[in-house]
């Protein structure tokens, strides 16, 4: 039986999932897999099924809300778009004035997370290991995939929704980033910060299906072949890194259709190359805010611990 308190950590939980969320290379699923909520998460997802819609039709509402564990969805739930809307503004606020600060603090997030995935894993087998050496891959290669530019039509939001929440749900994959190279990081950052509703509901209705979809296999696959599952998934945290590396040039530019110049591709490079191109790389700063992130994940998943044990 769950109290009062347990609700409202569950509740902050879901604004960190939201607010992680937002920034490209750090995923939400994360902060439910080390907080130790991503298995009930998956679990109440993949219940909205047909059985479930039948009890919604019949009017059975305490039964389809008991089925679908409606409290834990709807606190978790009202979390994530709690901090969707308030921080939005905030985070990518902080993306333009101290990007090398917030990338830090994320690539230390990232770095502790995925050892702390990686202790889940019982037994490390050669193919546990492969799986592990293939998500570093196909992660590293999906960060340097260069943004696309597409049409903000219905389909191309509901579709990005659909997409995104995929990745969204993973420990180690950023819907964010996978919103930036379907070209609509941007776009739906400014409807959640201008309250667009129209363009909210589409892509909402869009993360609906592929969040019902996509929680069947994650719960197939978890429980099939739990290991490998938990290596390719901290292989893609690790691979990630690619991303989140604070220190970067910009290789070529594009223009986009409101005449704005964006960063097309970037490479990383070392502080001290960063500052021969006379600018400051923040070093100090960047270490602390990468000891931040450490420290972060490691009270997150020590306070998680504490509730399980005081149960």
Request: charged share 15%; aromatic share 14%; hydrophobic share 55%.
């Amino acid at each position: 039986m769950k109290t009062v308190k347990d609700y409202f950590f569950l509740f902050l939980k879901g604004m960190g999932m939201g607010a992680f969320d937002i920034v490209p290379g750090v995923s939400g699923g994360t902060i439910a897999f080390i907080t130790g909520i991503y298995e009930e998460l998956i679990s109440s997802i993949k219940s909205v099924d047909l059985v479930a819609l039948k009890m919604l039709l019949d009017r059975n509402f305490l039964a389809f809300w008991k089925k679908i564990n409606g409290k834990f969805l709807l606190i978790l739930v009202s979390g994530i778009l709690v901090s969707l809307l308030s921080l939005a503004k905030l985070i990518s606020g902080l993306m333009e004035s101290h990007p090398i600060q917030l990338w830090s603090f994320f690539f230390g997030l990232i770095i502790i997370s995925a050892l702390v995935v990686c202790r889940d894993v019982k037994k490390w087998r050669g193919n546990v290991v492969l799986g592990l050496i293939l998500g570093c891959v196909v992660a590293f290669f999906i960060t340097t995939i260069a943004p696309a530019e597409t049409p903000n039509n219905i389909f191309t939001v509901f579709l990005s929704g659909a997409v995104a929440i995929c990745a969204m749900i993973l420990p180690g994959i950023s819907g964010s980033f996978i919103l930036i190279i379907l070209g609509k990081y941007a776009f739906i950052v400014n409807a959640l910060t201008s309250f667009d509703l129209g363009t909210i509901i589409i892509f909402s209705l869009g993360c609906v299906l592929g969040l019902l979809s996509f929680s069947r296999f994650i719960s197939w696959l978890f429980k099939k072949y739990h290991d490998l599952a938990i290596a390719v998934l901290a292989g893609f945290m690790i691979g990630s890194l690619n991303k989140v590396w604070p220190w970067k040039q910009t290789v070529s530019t594009f223009v986009d259709r409101h005449g704005e110049i964006k960063p097309l591709m970037q490479e990383n490079i070392l502080p001290t190359t960063f500052q021969s191109l006379g600018q400051e790389p923040y070093f100090w700063q960047a270490m602390l805010f990468f000891t931040l992130g450490v420290g972060l994940v490691v009270f997150l998943e020590r306070a998680a611990a504490n509730l399980k044990h005081a149960r």
